[in-house]
């Protein structure tokens, strides 16, 4: 009985692999892989749940910044959605005022707006980001602005 039970567990993760090795199945709870620090101040998490490719004309990515994290000022060559899935960040385009955004909010930056997002000082976030094409960095956000931004929503 031993020797069924070790074989059965030796063998189940292969049975599952073979199952699944016909499918492109992600999972959106995996955390993903820690970002370099390129683009952002803190850490950062990123997840590319699917990838565009002939069929599909878009990417889906998992990101989660940890509090206190930012990416820079950036746009799109094309649309891209963002969706809160846990944790708060804040948002903004340039020449608007930024906001909070929240567990279920959804919000579209249009192509080629200049936009930058990020968790909030005290919380992580954790967003799914639909969009194709690339992202063009354009300018650094720093650490004096974020704290401005930070300061500025605290108050509302």
Not at 70 to 83: A, F, G, M, R, Y
Not at 93 to 104: A, F, M, S, T
Request: hydrophobic letters at 35%; glycine letters at 6%; a negative charge.
């Amino acid at each position: 009985m031993k020797k069924s039970i070790s074989v059965l567990l030796v063998l189940l993760p292969l049975f599952i692999y073979a199952q699944n090795s016909e499918y492109n199945l992600n999972s959106y709870l995996d955390e993903g892989v820690k970002a370099p620090n390129t683009h952002y101040i803190g850490e950062a998490w990123l997840n590319g749940l699917l990838r565009a490719d002939e069929n599909l004309n878009y990417n889906i990515t998992k990101a989660t910044f940890r509090a206190n994290s930012t990416l820079d000022w950036h746009k799109h060559t094309s649309p891209q959605v963002i969706i809160i899935v846990k944790g708060e960040g804040y948002y903004q385009e340039r020449g608007k005022e930024p906001l909070i955004l929240k567990v279920g909010d959804v919000i579209k930056c249009n192509q080629d707006i200049e936009h930058w997002h990020s968790s909030t000082k005290e919380h992580d976030v954790t967003y799914l980001a639909i969009y194709s094409g690339e992202t063009i960095w354009t300018e650094v956000l720093s650490q004096e602005n974020y704290d401005k931004v930070a300061e500025k929503l605290k108050k509302n």
